[in-house]
């Protein structure tokens, strides 16, 4: 029986981040009886009549079932596919069995709300794990959030600056993200802090750190600098389209953060540029060499080449020389 248990016998997980569902889960069977639990996946548009009911039937040898019904949001009323597993689930909610631990995963949209709905009115338990934003610069404030709080959770500091060029390295993904901070904290040791020069090292090689890097020094007027990192760069393999996307990147970041209103917040200038505050002051430094009619001329070009590159319409290493050396000479127009 479970009465003298914390857990409840059926939990509702939402979210529509794999990693952090899995998580709670985790930490769920752990507090029903830890990592030996006898644990059921089923999935929720495959389930049959008594398929549910059968394996939340007590175990043998005594232990309290964690019986998995997962995506849930599949469970739509209006489609006849899942009507069965539908119902399997409805007659669940409404006498679930007080000796096993049910737990329906809803990924997140419309779909399976009723299932949702039903479960708590009958009592069940919410775990509504973090949802990811959608927007690109929310997204990026979020994941720069999350490499933050792994990285403590392992007893390490890190530099903005660091965590910047971490996203740009290993991308978006909170599994990629999260196992590139345990890899950090494994080679270089916890209990110290991680700067941007020890993670570009690490990831030096990695594609849209170049990119990045490219941009940077062009923005800044160090074009020949700019040149010699895109020639390294593309000796390394990195794709034309990634160099054009990252120049790009940064140039909007720029425009918007040099027409923000005169006396907005770091933070305000942040959430619309999509970048991170502490950049922000940095392309605020940046800004004072462009004018409006050169940012223009510059993103131009970027679109330019981009067209170029993908079409191949001209030599891709061409068109990237000539977009560089264009968009230094924009920066010096008035």
Same mark, same amino acid.
């Given at each position: 029986?479970?009465?003298?248990?914390?857990?409840?016998?059926?939990?509702?997980?939402?979210? $529509?981040?794999?990693?952090? &569902?899995?998580?709670? +889960?985790?930490? #769920?069977?752990?507090? *029903?009886?830890?990592?030996?639990?006898? !644990?059921?996946?089923?999935?929720?548009?495959?389930?049959?009549?008594?398929?549910?009911?059968?394996a939340?039937?007590?175990?043998?040898?005594?232990?309290a079932?964690?019986?998995?019904?997962?995506?849930?949001?599949?469970?739509?009323?209006s489609?006849?596919?899942?009507?069965?597993?539908?119902?399997?689930?409805?007659?669940?909610?409404?006498?679930?069995?007080?000796?096993?631990v049910?737990v329906?995963?809803?990924?997140?949209?419309?779909?399976?709300?009723?299932v949702?709905?039903a479960?708590?009115?009958?009592g069940a338990?919410?775990?509504?794990t973090?949802?990811?934003?959608?927007?690109?610069?929310?997204?990026?404030? $979020?994941?720069?959030?999350? &490499?933050?709080?792994? +990285?403590?959770? #392992?007893?390490?500091? *890190?530099?903005?600056?660091?965590?910047? !060029?971490?996203?740009?390295?290993v991308?978006?993904?909170?599994?990629?993200?999260?196992?590139?901070?345990?890899?950090?904290v494994?080679?270089?040791?916890?209990?110290?802090?991680?700067?941007?020069?020890?993670?570009?090292?690490?990831?030096?090689?990695?594609?849209?750190?170049?990119?990045?890097?490219?941009?940077?020094?062009?923005?800044?007027?160090?074009?020949?600098?700019?040149?010699g990192?895109?020639?390294?760069?593309?000796?390394?393999?990195?794709?034309?389209?990634l160099?054009?996307?990252?120049?790009?990147?940064?140039?909007?970041?720029?425009?918007l953060?040099?027409?923000?209103?005169?006396?907005?917040?770091?933070?305000?200038?942040?959430?619309?540029?999509?970048?991170p505050?502490?950049?922000?002051?940095?392309?605020?430094?940046?800004?004072?060499?462009?004018?409006?009619?050169?940012?223009?001329?510059?993103?131009?070009?970027?679109?330019?080449?981009?067209?170029d590159?993908?079409?191949?319409?001209?030599?891709?290493?061409?068109?990237?020389?000539?977009?560089?050396?264009?968009?230094?000479?924009?920066?010096?127009?008035h």
């Open positions: 029986m479970l009465s003298a248990m914390a857990v409840p016998p059926l939990t509702v997980i939402t979210g $529509n981040e794999e990693l952090l &569902v899995e998580r709670a +889960l985790k930490q #769920l069977i752990a507090e *029903v009886s830890g990592p030996e639990a006898d !644990v059921i996946d089923l999935s929720a548009r495959a389930l049959q009549s008594g398929q549910l009911g059968v939340a039937s007590p175990s043998l040898f005594g232990g079932p964690v019986v998995v019904v997962d995506g849930v949001e599949n469970l739509v009323q489609n006849p596919d899942v009507a069965a597993a539908l119902d399997e689930v409805m007659a669940y909610i409404a006498a679930p069995s007080p000796d096993a049910v329906l995963v809803h990924g997140g949209g419309n779909g399976g709300k009723g949702i709905n479960a708590k009115k009958a338990a919410t775990v509504a973090p949802t990811s934003p959608s927007g690109a610069g929310a997204l990026r404030q $979020n994941r720069a959030a999350f &490499v933050k709080e792994e +990285l403590a959770n #392992l007893s390490c500091h *890190v530099d903005q600056a660091a965590i910047e !060029v971490l996203i740009n390295a991308g978006t993904k909170l599994r990629d993200l999260s196992g590139a901070c345990a890899q950090l494994s080679d270089h040791g916890a209990g110290g802090r991680l700067n941007e020069e020890t993670v570009r090292q690490y990831y030096g090689g990695r594609v849209e750190v170049q990119g990045f890097d490219i941009a940077d020094q062009v923005i800044a007027g160090r074009t020949a600098e700019a040149l990192l895109l020639r390294h760069a593309r000796e390394s393999g990195v794709p034309a389209v160099v054009t996307a990252a120049l790009g990147r940064s140039l909007r970041q720029l425009a953060v040099a027409t923000a209103p005169r006396g907005a917040s770091a933070d305000s200038v942040a959430a619309m540029a999509g970048a505050a502490w950049k922000v002051k940095d392309i605020r430094v940046v800004a004072r060499d462009w004018s409006e009619p050169g940012l223009a001329s510059a993103i131009k070009a970027v679109a330019v080449a981009d067209t590159v993908k079409t191949g319409a001209v030599d891709p290493e061409y068109a990237l020389e000539r977009m560089l050396i264009t968009v230094g000479r924009a920066r010096r127009q």
